[in-house]
């Protein structure tokens, strides 16, 4: 049988680290202007609280999205040992494209994917690269795009990036500015004729676009004062929460279902850290759903508390820090199952069941 494996992955973690009081002097602002009364030091408080987030790194000033993009494929690329010119298909998922430093422009012509192509230096003109645009699902959906082309017999390896710098389309005026952090990850894919299956063994994909396309989106800054029209990343919280805590969990068990695939034989859960406590209570409802009584210690790793919400570099970033040893408590071992899922703008949710 064909099965559709992962061969390498590298990351890319930014240099610049900004700890949770580098915000003490933002203008925090309700969304019609209004300045929060509270002091920042009791607003940042409960946003740790709340999100588990204690400092998030960002890009030099230097670097763009497709840059850190390049570097996190480099390095995936090495740890697979192949030649560059082999790879059929590059697919970058981003959100904003590459953002200079200094500016409140969002460029993704040529494509990000493309940028990264020449980076890299290859030459095949048959390796074809685009980009995914997705919201924070967009790298499981990259996965799930090369695995349906290489089942397909139109690809055997692929290159899938997830490459976020939210930095740049941050509003200082909102809260919500302490979640985003910049980052990639990245990883190859192969298809394998093999005896026994492994790999990818099932995935499940769904939207929701009525009410919920505006839970995340692009608006006006919470500047009271300001005629700016730059637009910046901007959520509804609550109802991010009540929707992905809803649907989260019943994409994932679709997910398991497809094959029935038992939640009890799920090793490790690596789920797009977007939030610490809403990531604990998605995983809480999908064993509630699933009629499992306990969920097992260790069972999602989280890297969230010193990384902050990196869009669609979180899965990516995660998996490879878990396969360098970067996180001692968590291991990946052959014959592993687990469950990558993501939640994002859309509003979207995917998952894939994948065997080590």
């Known amino acids: 049988m064909k099965n559709t494996v992962i061969i390498g992955s590298g990351s890319y973690i930014p240099e610049v680290e ?5 915000f003490m002097e933002n203008p925090f602002s309700f969304n019609d202007g209004r300045r929060i009364q509270n002091n920042n030091s009791d607003v940042i408080a409960k946003f740790q609280e709340i999100t588990g987030i204690q400092s ?29 010119e082999t790879i059929d298909m590059i697919i970058v998922a981003h959100n904003f494209g590459d953002v200079i430093s200094g500016s409140n422009q969002t460029d993704i012509v040529p494509s990000i994917a493309s940028r990264v192509k020449h980076q890299l230096g290859i030459k095949n003109p048959f390796c074809v690269p685009y980009d995914i645009i997705f919201g924070c699902p967009g790298w499981v959906q990259g996965m799930i795009q090369a695995h349906i082309y290489i089942q397909a017999g139109e690809a055997k390896r692929c290159l ?16 919500d500015t302490m979640i985003f952090a910049d980052g990639s990850g990245a990883v190859i894919i192969e298809g394998k004729e093999e005896e026994t299956k492994r790999g990818i063994l099932s995935h499940a994909t769904v939207s929701h676009t009525l009410e919920e396309k505006d839970y995340l989106f692009f608006g006006k800054s919470f500047n009271r004062f300001g005629n700016e029209p730059t637009k910046f990343i901007k959520m509804k919280g609550h109802k991010i929460y009540q929707y992905a805590l809803t649907e989260v969990p019943k994409a994932m068990k679709h997910c398991l279902d497809k094959i029935d695939l038992p939640l009890e034989n799920i090793d490790k859960i690596l789920l797009h850290q977007a939030n610490e406590k809403m990531d604990e209570a998605i995983v809480k409802r999908l064993y509630k759903t699933c009629n ?3 969920v097992p210690e260790g069972i999602m790793p989280m890297i969230i508390e010193r990384l902050g919400n990196s869009s669609v570099a979180t899965v990516p970033t995660l998996y490879d ?3 360098k040893g970067e996180l001692p408590k968590h291991k990946l071992s052959p014959d592993n199952k687990l469950l990558f899922a993501s939640v994002g703008a859309g509003m979207n949710i995917n998952c894939i069941a994948y065997q080590v």
């Not at 899938?160 to 809260?175: A, H, N």
């Open 321 to 323: 820090m878990i396969q």
């Open 56 to 84: 998030r790194r960002y890009v030099n000033k230097d670097q763009t999205c497709s840059e850190i993009a390049s570097i996190s494929a480099k390095r995936a690329i090495e740890d697979a040992g192949i030649d560059p």
């Open 160 to 175: 899938i990036i997830g490459s976020e710098v939210l930095s740049r389309v941050v509003d200082p005026f909102d809260r």
């Open 18 to 22: 900004v700890e949770n009081n580098t």
């Open 292 to 294: 499992v009584k306990e």
